[in-house]
Structure formats: structure tokens, C-alpha cells
């Protein structure tokens, strides 16, 4: 049985403002209870999803409970309420951060973790280093965001052989202080490595995570510890912030399960938790569902993805992307839970 259990709470707002369908992709849900200049106790960024043009990464902000859709506004809503008036400095609307120094298009997945008072989020754009790669912005504030040291190029994951594969591709990338006793690293993370239908997924590793250094690459077939055979464990679906240990000196990681498709092909994706070694790239047993796809009439019929959590009270928040609609309706979704270790 496993060791998450949690319970749906529906859609959390409507689709944003000026954001193209099919609407929110990939949220990163951010505790800034310790950041100072931030006017609410949570942040969500999410993106766009494969957008063609410029992308962009979209800010909102919950003032208390992140299942509750009544605690949400978006940084539009907040900034005519006055609540950045205190900031001389910021952008005028979402999306808040779009990415024009480097690689073109798809300013998107972006992840983000509270770093010594600081705000580092990464996130990935095309035509990048031959294929599509990830780079990294700090913030003092959680809104203006710049780039990785002020220098040109702000890529932290390369692949490691860019020009001699169809699809070098480093995007996607989730990653948290390192929970893993027999890692000597400050920060991991898991990302894409190449894309399409032969796609990879990488582990990384930092010691301030500014610095990444490739760990370990994943091939697909290392992610068939699930009860279906036609499909796999997403590594780059990892939801790190969930890795937490178990009384065998393992420990309880959740992360996506996919059918295997790429690109525009239907899929199934559902939330699954799985047992991990201490060594982070290990995975014991047999992956359990802990939340499956909706009925056909509900926003999360096709894809329940990219779960990211928070605590708060001893009780777990999270959202997480639902698809529907043939995979052209994304809708921001909550959830709440516990974990028994």
C-alpha cells in the first residue's frame, strides 16, 4: 500500500488571461513563507505549453490553503491591488519572465526552489545548444528574475554529446536539496536528456545549485517498474520535494507513469509512488498508483502530471497539470494529502 494517499480538490482558477491554449503546462509550487519581499505565502510559475512563440513563464499567488481556489490570484490581480507597489522595479503583467538571450521560443517548465533567500528558477528553451536545454534565473523578490550571473550563457545541463544525437534535450527539469544519505551533493535533480520517442531522462547533481554536474542517464526501459507493461516510469516526472525516507533505509519517491508517446500522440499519465534506493537511481518493487486519471467529463481525463508539493500545517498541498480534451485543455488542479512513512 503506499505511503502517500491523497485526495482531489478540483480545479484551482480558470484559464489565465492572454495565455494561449492549451493553457497552463508544468507548475512549480513555491513555500515563500521565508521570503521577505514576497506579499503571499505560496508562488506557483507555470508555463506555456509548446508554444511556438515566445513562451513564458506565468506567476500566481495563494494566500493560505493551496487547495482552496478562493486563496488564488494571479500577479495581474495582485499588482492592481497594489501588492508589489513596494518594488521599483517589475514586470507589468504575465507573464512574468520570458527569455530572449538565448535559443528561441518555449520560455517554459520552470522549477523553482528558495536557495539562501534567493529564488533560482530554471527552465528550458528551444534551439539551444543543438536541441533544447535548461537554463537557471535568480530573484531577490520571487517577480524580477535575471539571468545565472548576469553572463550570456546561463545553460546549466548540457547533454553531454549535443552534436551526435537526434535530440539533445536537457528541458524539464525538477530538482530540490538532496535527501539521498550516500550522494555528496547539496541539490539532485532529473531531467529529459533526449527527446522523442527514444528519449532519455538524466540525474543531476550540485553542490549550490547554480553548478550541475551529470550523475546518472536513464534510458527508458530502466522505467518499467509498473504494474502495466506498455508503460514507464517517467524520471523527469519526478516530483523531488516527495522523496522522502522509509523506515528500511529506502524511500518514497512520486513521479509520473506515462504510456509511451511523444510529441502529439495520446497518452496516459497518472501519479505513481515508487520505493528508491539510497543511491537515487534505484528503483525496488513495484510503482503503486496513488492518483489516477478522472472520468471523461472532468479536466483531468487524460493526464494528471508534474505534481509539486507543499506543507503546510502537518497536512500535504499540491497542484498538478490535468489534461483533457485531447490534450488541448491543461487546467491547474489540487490536491491535498499525507504521508506514513
Not at 523527469?236 to 508517446?261: C, D, K, Q
Not at 497536512?315 to 490536491?335: E, F, K
Amino acid at each position: 500500500m503506499p505511503h502517500y494517499r491523497f485526495t482531489k480538490t478540483g480545479p484551482l482558477f480558470d484559464l489565465p488571461i492572454n495565455m494561449p491554449k492549451p493553457g497552463p503546462y508544468y507548475v512549480s509550487l513555491l513555500d515563500a513563507r521565508e521570503l521577505d519581499s514576497f506579499p503571499a505565502p505560496f508562488a506557483l510559475y507555470f508555463s506555456t505549453d509548446h508554444h511556438h512563440g515566445d513562451g513564458g513563464i506565468w506567476l500566481y499567488l495563494c494566500d493560505g490553503d493551496p487547495s482552496d481556489p478562493k486563496a488564488w490570484s494571479s500577479y495581474d490581480e495582485a499588482m492592481a491591488a497594489g501588492r508589489f507597489d513596494h518594488l521599483p522595479h517589475k514586470p507589468e503583467k504575465n507573464p512574468i519572465l520570458q527569455e530572449h538571450t538565448q535559443g528561441d521560443g518555449h520560455t517554459e517548465t520552470p522549477y523553482a526552489n528558495l536557495v539562501k533567500g534567493k529564488v533560482l528558477l530554471s527552465y528550458h528553451k528551444n534551439n539551444l545548444c543543438h536541441g533544447q536545454a535548461t537554463l537557471l534565473a535568480l530573484s531577490e523578490d520571487g517577480v524580477n528574475f535575471e539571468r545565472l550571473h548576469g553572463e550570456e550563457d546561463s545553460v546549466i545541463l548540457r547533454h553531454a554529446d549535443e552534436t551526435n544525437v537526434p535530440h539533445p534535450h536537457t528541458g524539464y527539469f525538477r530538482w530540490a536539496p538532496n535527501p539521498f544519505p550516500e550522494l555528496k551533493a547539496a541539490y539532485i535533480g532529473y531531467s529529459l536528456y533526449e527527446g522523442a520517442m527514444d528519449f532519455k531522462s538524466a540525474m543531476w547533481v550540485s553542490p549550490d545549485a547554480r553548478e550541475w554536474t551529470l550523475h546518472h542517464i536513464f534510458d527508458a526501459i530502466e522505467g518499467r517498474n509498473v504494474p502495466d507493461p506498455d508503460t514507464i516510469f517517467v524520471w523527469h516526472g519526478i516530483t523531488p520535494e516527495s522523496i522522502r525516507p522509509l523506515s528500511n533505509g529506502n524511500f518514497a519517491v512520486l513521479g509520473s507513469v506515462s504510456t509511451r508517446a511523444a510529441g502529439s500522440m495520446e497518452r496516459i499519465v497518472e501519479l505513481y509512488e515508487a520505493e528508491m534506493a539510497p543511491d537515487g537511481v534505484s528503483l525496488i518493487g513495484t510503482a503503486e498508483k496513488v492518483l489516477p486519471v478522472g472520468t471523461t467529463d472532468q479536466p483531468d481525463s487524460e493526464e494528471i502530471d508534474t505534481a509539486s508539493l507543499v506543507e503546510l500545517n502537518g497536512v500535504l498541498h499540491g497542484v498538478y497539470i490535468g489534461t483533457s480534451d485531447h490534450a488541448m485543455s491543461n487546467t491547474v488542479m489540487g490536491i491535498t494529502g499525507t504521508f506514513e512513512p
